[in-house]
Each structure stands twice: as C-alpha cells, then as structure tokens.
Nanobody, 121 residues
C-alpha cells in the first residue's frame, strides 16, 4: 500500500507565497512522476506541475514563472513553491505519485487527500 500526504496549504494574501509539500510512503520500488493538480468547485481537476524521474519538470501555462516544483528522490517528496499568488489560484491542491510498488509490477497512480489554498485579502 502507498500513502500520499500533502501539507502546507493555508490562507495567503494576493501576491503572497506558499510552499506545499507532498510525501509518498509505503511499498515503493520506484516513482516515475509526482505531480500537483488543483480543483475548484464545479470544475475538473487540472494539472499544475509535474516532477519526473531524472528531475525533468513541466508546468501549466497559468503558473509558469510563478510556481516551481522540486523534488527529493531520497525522501519520495516533492514541493511546490507558489509565488505571486492570485485569487484565481485558490483551490484544493492534490498531489499524485506514479509508483511501481515492486520491480515486476506496473505503475499505479496514488492520490493524496488534498490541501486547501485560499488566496484572499
């Protein structure tokens, strides 16, 4: 079994910063990717950023230049540094991990429970 746990959400004023953390634990042979998504009520979950094995990253256009994803492979952890936050960034942020539990297994995607980010003055 694999657990994915996010932390770091909260209330911030427009223009402020937050740093989200996401840690995967449990039966893990390797992790292909870890990513951040976000969702607001009535809308589909959307990709924010991905940290891929080997350190490659990708971002949604609406966060480029403001958000930075980084990872610590030894800790199976990724971080999302969010700067210059806007009211439209307010959402529940979810982390996922694409995990091979064993060497012989396929890759499974596991999701965390989400962490609320509120951007308001």
């Amino acid at each position: 079994q694999v657990q994915v746990v996010e932390s770091g959400g909260g209330l911030v004023e427009p223009g402020g910063s937050l740093r989200l953390s996401c840690a995967a634990s449990g039966t893990i042979f390797s992790i292909e990717n870890m990513g951040w998504y976000r969702q607001t009520p009535g809308k589909a979950r959307e990709l924010v950023a991905v940290f891929r094995s080997g350190g490659r990253t990708s971002y949604a256009d609406f966060v480029k230049g403001r958000f930075t994803i980084s990872g610590d492979s030894a800790k199976n952890t990724v971080y999302l540094q969010m700067n210059s936050l806007k009211p439209e960034d307010m959402a529940v942020y979810y982390c996922n991990a694409d995990v091979k539990p064993t060497m012989a297994s396929p890759v499974f995607r596991y999701w965390g429970q989400g962490t609320q980010v509120t951007v308001s003055s």
